[in-house]
Nanobody
Framework: QVQLVESGGGLVQAGGSLRLSCAAS????????MAWYRQAPGKQRELVAA?????????ADYVKGRFTISRDNAKNTVYLYLQMNSLKPEDTAVYLC??????????????WGQGTQVTVSS
């Protein structure tokens, strides 16, 4: 099992910055890919940025050049970050951390955080 705890959301004015954090603990040795998603009211959940175990990154077009995803490995915890700059009102959403780990029988299994609210005022 993997436990995820997100933090860093809040209220910010347009043009401002926030840094989201996701702390993953538990079976962190089996973690492969990590990603940030977001979901705005009345909209589907969408991928914001992803980071593979090998270090490759993938960003949604609407955040390229503004957001940066990164990872930091500690002894018993893996931290996933999302640095968000030049925030826009349309970035307002609940941001969720997703971690994919490989189970004992070799199958991928996704874990989701509880989400952190980001609100950008105009």
């Amino acid at each position: 099992q993997v436990q995820l705890v997100e933090s860093g959301g809040g209220l910010v004015q347009a043009g401002g910055s926030l840094r989201l954090s996701c702390a993953a603990s538990g079976s962190i040795f089996s973690i492969s890919d990590m990603a940030w998603y977001r979901q705005a009211p009345g909209k589907q959940r969408e991928l914001v940025a992803a980071l593979t175990r090998g270090g490759s990154t993938n960003y949604a077009d609407y955040v390229k050049g503004r957001f940066t995803i990164s990872r930091d490995n500690a002894k018993n915890t893996v931290y996933l970050y999302l640095q968000m700059n030049s925030l826009k009102p349309e970035d307002t959403a609940v941001y969720l951390c997703k971690v994919v780990r490989t189970t004992a029988w070799g199958a991928p299994l996704a874990h989701w955080g509880q989400g952190t609210q980001v609100t950008v005022s105009s």
